[in-house]
C-alpha cells in the first residue's frame, strides 16, 4: 500500500481565497483525522472521522474551516476564505477503528500570503 | 490549555548515549499513550505505545515508561545513534475514542 496520500504538497494562496486539501486514507482503514502543525501548538487534532461519519470536529477552529468524507477512500479540507494565521502544516492521518496506531501522510505546507 | 506538555523544545546527546525525551499529561482519563517520531518533510511515524495498565514498554532500542502518579512518560533511547535525529511527538489519550492529544514536540539531535 502506498501509505496516505496527500495533495497538494504545498499550497500558496492569498488571503481570502478558498483553499481545498485532499487526502487518500490507506485501503481497509476506517477512522480518518486531520491534524495541523504549528510551532506554538504542535499537532492539533482539528477532526476525525469513523467509517465516513465525523464524529468530534471540537478542533475545528472556525467555521471558516470544514472537513468532508463523501466515502471512504477520499476526504477534504477546505478553508473558506482563508487568512495568514492558517499557515501551517495539515496532516491526514489513517487507522483501523480497533488499532490505537495512526498512519500519517506526508503532510500539506499551507502558506497564505 | 495544554493537556499533554512536552517541556524541552531540543535535545542534544552523544552517539552511544542515552537520549531521555519526557511528556507530562493532565487529564487522568487518559489511558493510552504513544510516542511518533518526525523527520523534515514527513508525516510522524509510530515508534512505541503503551497502556495505562503497563508501566514500562519496550521494543528494541526504545523503552516507554509511564508513571501514572505523576502522569508523566517518557521515552528513552538506548544507545541513541545519529539516525535517532528526529522531531518526537508524544500524544495520549481515550482508547475508546481514538482521540490523541499531542505535544508540541522535542527536537532531538543525536551527535556523532
Known amino acids: 500500500d502506498a501509505g496516505v496520500i496527500q495533495s497538494p504538497r504545498h499550497e500558496v494562496t492569498e488571503m481570502g481565497q478558498e483553499v481545498t486539501l485532499r487526502c487518500k486514507p490507506i485501503?481497509?482503514?476506517?477512522?480518518l483525522f486531520w491534524y495541523r502543525q504549528t510551532m506554538m501548538r504542535g499537532l492539533e487534532l482539528l477532526i476525525y472521522?469513523?467509517?465516513?461519519?465525523?464524529?468530534?470536529d471540537s478542533g475545528m477552529p472556525e467555521d471558516r474551516f470544514s472537513a468532508k468524507m463523501p466515502n471512504a477512500s477520499f476526504s477534504t479540507l477546505k478553508i473558506q476564505p482563508s487568512e495568514p494565521r492558517d499557515s501551517a502544516v495539515y496532516f491526514c492521518?489513517?487507522?483501523?477503528?480497533?488499532?490505537?496506531?495512526?498512519?500519517f501522510g506526508q503532510g500539506t505546507r499551507l502558506t497564505v500570503v | 490549555d495544554q493537556q499533554v506538555k512536552q517541556n524541552s523544545p531540543s535535545l542534544s546527546v552523544q552517539e552511544g548515549r542515552i537520549s531521555i525525551l519526557n511528556c507530562d499529561y493532565t487529564?487522568?482519563?487518559?489511558?493510552?499513550f504513544l510516542w511518533y517520531k518526525k523527520y523534515p518533510a514527513e508525516g510522524p511515524t509510530f515508534l512505541i505505545s503503551?497502556?495505562?495498565?503497563?508501566d514500562k514498554n519496550e521494543d528494541g532500542r526504545f523503552t516507554v515508561f509511564l508513571n501514572k502518579s505523576a502522569k508523566h512518560l517518557s521515552l528513552h533511547i538506548v544507545p541513541s545513534q545519529p539516525g535517532d535525529s528526529a522531531v518526537y511527538f508524544c500524544?495520549?489519550?481515550?482508547?475508546?475514542?481514538?482521540?490523541?492529544?499531542f505535544g508540541t514536540g522535542t527536537r532531538l539531535k543525536v551527535l556523532a
Open positions: 492521518a489513517s487507522s483501523f477503528w480497533t488499532e490505537t496506531e495512526a498512519f
Open positions: 485501503s481497509g482503514h476506517n477512522s
Open positions: 472521522f469513523n467509517n465516513n461519519v465525523p464524529i468530534d
Open positions: 487529564n487522568s482519563m487518559f489511558d493510552y
Open positions: 503503551i497502556s495505562s495498565i503497563k
Open positions: 500524544a495520549a489519550g481515550d482508547s475508546g475514542t481514538y482521540k490523541y492529544i
